[in-house]
């Protein structure tokens, strides 16, 4: 078995990229999937909405796969789940068959998410981890709005079937590659996995997200969701291996971490689907050019990723988090005041390049505090948690933003309540830091 870092980390980290950039293609091609597929506005929403249930549904069991199995295994179940389903949604010729095949994708990431992390734990230590995670976190955001780019070149100028069937191949390659280079986890658990705990986890977190993002019947979605909440809890309380300790919540840093990624997460997913459609409807844009449109915020992340780990270790994890998310809340405040008059370099731009820096400073530092102190053998199941507070904040972000403006008939109007919303929930997110992170580490510096 070789062992190259690099190639280690360009495997996961490419990985990571392919779900996010499917996100992102859904955003720009809804339009023509539609038309295409001659899809109503309810069965469109289903096309996001089954990924959503299957990947947020899943998230914590494919967590806990990696440490009941084998993560080197469980990561490529991942890939070819998720190369699979992406070529079912290139060659969908009915809304059922594109419906179904996005649920099956969604099983891929659900797997494929959480590995990523768990696997750059267990290759990369000290100060290799450190610069590791802060690629990744990079690639959380950079992944998100450079994906918009490549969403509206596949819209404008090729096909969304492109954008899906491109997954095969890189899925593949990252096959052979993990086959080669990835090793099979050190650190290895014989132990079955919570099978009960496992169809509770699935339900809840499937009532959850159907609850927000769902049409009919949202309140009893809710209400289920309760009820298996506190099975599940009951559950993990009492089985030898839990699918999520829970004791991964009495860390402080942790905890803090899960919040502010949920409200974070909530507002940033919402600022990446609302603006595009701001930018056509408001300034003419075309796809591509909205998409083109984030690069300011997707070049001055790319260029402070870079940055973090120096950053970290100078002035330390709990204050790069505070400074980074006050500077997006202040960038997404700047587009409350966007109007057709200040165009696009000072209405938009210009609050990007805000929202850029803040951005590159805080989802890096977030995984960070995410898997803090945790140790290999739970390595999966937190990784599993920082991907569902991402993907569920993400989807309650949007779903709430949603419900909030859907009567004001004022395209600009409803953005910039939306934007207000988004800013509120970013505020969130940085009282959750302070109080849980950053007070938490003030406490033990002053303790020395």
Known sequence: ?????????????????????????????T????????????????????????????????????????RKVAFSMGLIIFGLGSLLVAISTTDIMMILSRAFQGVGSAILAPTTLSLLMENFEGNERTRAISAYGATAGIGASLGLVIGGLFASLLSWRDGFLINVPIAMVMLILTAIYVPSSQVHQKQSLDILGSIYSFVMMLSLIYGIVGENARWI?????????????????????????????????????????????????????????????????????AGIGFFPLTIVNFLVALTVSKLTHKFGNEKLLVVGIFITMVGVSGL??????????????????????????????????GVAEVNQQESGAASGLVNVFHQIGGSFGVSFISIISQNITDSLK???????????????????????????????????
Request: hydrophobic letters at 55%; glycine letters at 8%.
């Open 1 to 29: 078995m070789k062992r190259n870092k690099t190639l280690i980390l360009l495997v996961i980290l490419v990985s990571y990229f392919m779900i996010l950039l499917d996100n992102s293609i859904i955003f720009t091609g």
């Open 31 to 70: 339009v023509k999937i539609a038309e295409e597929l001659h899809l109503t506005p309810i069965m469109l929403s289903w096309v996001n909405n089954a990924y959503a249930l299957t990947f947020g549904g899943l998230l914590l069991v494919g967590g806990r796969l990696g440490d009941s199995l084998n």
């Open 221 to 289: 979605s809710i209400l289920l969701f309760v009820i298996m909440l506190v099975l599940f809890i009951k559950r993990e309380r009492n089985f030898k291996n839990p699918l999520v300790p829970l004791n991964l919540f009495t860390n402080k840093e942790r905890l803090g971490a899960y919040i502010a990624r949920f409200f974070y997460m909530g507002g940033m997913l919402s600022l990446w689907f609302l603006t595009p459609q701001m930018m056509q409807t408001n300034l003419g844009f075309t796809p591509l050019q």
């Open 336 to 369: 409350i005041l966007f109007s057709p008059s200040l165009g696009y370099l000072l209405g938009i731009a210009l609050p990007m390049i805000l929202m850029g820096v803040g951005q590159g400073l805080t989802l890096s530092p977030l995984t960070v505090s």
């Open 414 to 448: 409803s953005y910039h309540i939306a934007m207000i919303v988004t800013t509120t929930l970013i505020a969130i997110a940085l009282v959750a830091v302070i109080i849980l992170i950053y007070s938490k580490n003030l406490k033990i510096i002053k303790g020395r």
